[in-house]
C-alpha cells in the first residue's frame, strides 16, 4: 500500500491557477498509476485526470482538459496538477489516488474512481467569481 498526502489547495479568484501536488511514501512510486478526483458540495466525486506509470500518457476529463496538466516526477514520488483558467465550477475537494492496475487499463478503466485502491485526505479548492 502506498501513502497519499495533497497539498497546494485554496482559495483564487476565477481566471487564476493552482498547482495541487500529491506526496506518495511506502511503496515503489513507479509501480503505480496515478489520478485525481475531485468531489464538489452536493455532488458525486469525478474523474479529473490521470497518469500512467511512467508519465508517457495522460487521461483527462472533458470538463478540465485543456486547462488541467497531469504530471509526475518518479523521482520526487509526487505527481502534480497544474491548474490554470480556474472557474468557479472547478470548486471542490480534490483527491490524489493510486492505484498498480496489474492487469492493465484503458479509457475506461482509468476514469473510474472504485479502480483506484489508495487515497488521499483531499484538499480544497475554492474559485470565487
Known amino acids: 500500500q502506498v501513502q497519499l498526502v495533497e497539498s497546494g489547495g485554496g482559495l483564487v479568484q476565477a481566471g487564476g491557477s493552482l498547482r495541487l501536488s500529491c506526496a506518495t511514501s511506502?511503496?515503489?512510486?513507479?509501480?503505480?498509476?496515478m489520478g485525481w478526483f475531485r468531489q464538489a458540495p452536493g455532488k458525486e466525486r469525478e474523474f479529473v485526470a490521470a497518469?500512467?506509470?511512467?508519465?508517457?500518457?495522460?487521461y483527462y476529463a472533458a470538463s478540465v482538459k485543456g486547462r488541467f496538466t497531469i504530471s509526475r516526477d518518479n523521482a520526487k514520488n509526487t505527481v502534480y496538477l497544474q491548474m490554470n483558467s480556474l472557474k468557479p465550477e472547478d470548486t471542490a475537494v480534490y483527491y490524489c489516488?493510486?492505484?498498480?492496475?496489474?492487469?492493465?487499463?484503458?479509457?475506461?478503466?482509468?476514469?473510474?474512481?472504485?479502480?483506484?485502491?489508495?487515497w488521499g485526505q483531499g484538499t480544497q479548492v475554492t474559485v470565487s467569481s
Open positions: 497518469v500512467t506509470w511512467s508519465g508517457s500518457n495522460t
Open positions: 489516488a493510486a492505484d498498480r492496475f496489474v492487469r492493465g487499463l484503458n479509457d475506461q478503466v482509468i476514469r473510474t474512481m472504485s479502480n483506484f485502491g489508495s
Open positions: 511506502g511503496d515503489t512510486f513507479s509501480s503505480y498509476v
